[in-house]
């Protein structure tokens, strides 16, 4: 990653917590500004546009899922649940761009543009893994389209299970809500486990079993 002058990196963390606190849509730029005590026209100087902060922020985000979404053919259960978690907590750090996903995907054509490679990235990396885990005999998927079906469920809960915890679990922690979302993934596998594989994942609904 490139190297960040002092001032960039303040407005970058400035603006993911004003953006996490009240919604990307509902923070502008002069605020912003106002926030960190600097003239609009200084905050333009390193980001013209609040879509090119939104996009360095995405930028951040792939960034710390890359370094957490690999390809590990020693996987086991626990350590592919160890891996999810780091992403859900990638994900609670920034937040705000979760629960805009889908006005930005349609806003910011820069972010839409690289979202497409970087899913299908993500989707080539979780087979690897699903199949990893069925060579050290955890799961016993049958066919592709069992495999395509756990790598779905696992992209489609990632990308708006913050949202929907916003809506119907807003009562409970953040913690809780990453748990409880980690044991709904968990119990998606359940039928496709072997008796390794669910020795394993009923420590992991354990561990995550709070709703």
Not at 111 to 131: C, F
Request: glycine share 2%; charged share 25%.
């Amino acid at each position: 990653m490139e190297r960040r002058s002092g001032t960039e990196e303040r407005i970058v963390q400035t603006a993911l917590a004003m953006f996490n606190d009240a919604g990307i849509e509902y923070v502008g730029m002069r605020e912003l500004a106002a926030s960190l005590g600097m003239r609009i026209g200084n905050l333009t100087y390193y980001f013209p546009t609040k879509d090119d902060l939104v996009n360095r922020l995405s930028l951040d985000l792939a960034a710390a899922n890359n370094q957490t979404i690999v390809p590990y053919d020693q996987l086991t259960m626990k350590d592919f649940f160890k891996m999810l978690e780091s992403v859900f907590r990638n994900h609670i750090k920034y937040r705000c761009l979760m629960l805009s996903f889908v006005h930005l995907m349609v806003r910011n054509p820069i972010i839409a543009k690289r979202y497409s490679k970087v899913q299908a990235k993500r989707n080539e990396t979780w087979t690897i893994n699903i199949m990893a885990l069925k060579k050290h005999r955890y799961l016993n998927t049958k066919t592709q389209a069992e495999i395509d079906f756990l790598v779905s469920a696992i992209a489609l809960i990632a990308r708006f299970w913050i949202s929907e915890a916003a809506i119907s679990y807003k009562s409970l922690t953040e913690e809780q809500q990453l748990e409880h979302y980690l044991n709904m993934i968990a119990r998606i596998f359940l039928p496709y486990a072997t008796v390794k594989g669910k020795h394993e994942l009923e420590d992991v609904l354990t561990n995550f079993d709070v709703v």
